[in-house]
């Protein structure tokens, strides 16, 4: 359980550092409640990282040949998919995720028009963060790992990886959005899915 939750928790934890997730995070924590946006946010995450684990578990009834070396190839598929955006990323690229969030956020505002109610942005939060989230690598790679490893520690790992982005996003986020290198971030995120890769590559031997 220790192995899958740590596993979890750095998945999540470098690969949501900087993600379109994380900058709705920082600008709706600018107009609204910190607490209430937090709340919003990481009850979204932490749905998706349910939702997730449950989906890795129905995979893990495939035959173990097949979720080991799938389980390989998408970590390595992955890791070099995002060391190779980096390479053509430039040293001070404009950070996507923050210009993708922002608009994100400026379509919401105008469709709905939200008022300050506490529900309207706990409600705009989850449903923002849920919908950027669906489809995401991380999600996928939260199946991944679900499928091979003990699921409620990955499931424990992942909520506390998002808890962390999310409150660094909500509390710190406006000072440290503009220093956040997106082409380092990606690098790194590269780095941790190859690493876990060759982990279960190592456990196959």
Known sequence: ??????????????????DKTFFIGVILSMRYSRRLVFLGVLAALAAMTVLSVLLGQVVSL????????????????FGFKLLYDASKMPAQAENTGA???????AKQNKKDKLQSANFAILLQAF??????????????????LAASHQPV?????????????????????????????????????????????????????
């Open 1 to 18: 359980m220790l192995t899958a939750f740590t596993a979890g928790l750095l998945l999540i934890t470098i690969s949501e550092l900087g």
């Open 153 to 205: 520690g990955v499931t424990v790992g992942a909520i506390l990886g998002h808890g962390i982005c999310t409150a660094i996003a909500v509390i710190g986020g406006r000072l440290i959005a503009g220093r956040i290198s997106e082409k380092w971030v990606t690098a790194l995120g590269g780095v941790l899915f190859l690493i876990f890769g060759v982990v279960a590559m190592l456990e196959q031997v």
């Open 62 to 77: 495939l035959p173990e040949y097949y979720i080991h070396y799938g389980e390989i190839a998408l970590f390595l598929g």
């Open 99 to 105: 210009k993708e969030a922002a608009v994100e956020v």
């Open 127 to 144: 449903t923002m963060t849920f919908l950027a989230e669906w489809g995401d690598r991380t999600q996928i790679s939260t199946i991944a």
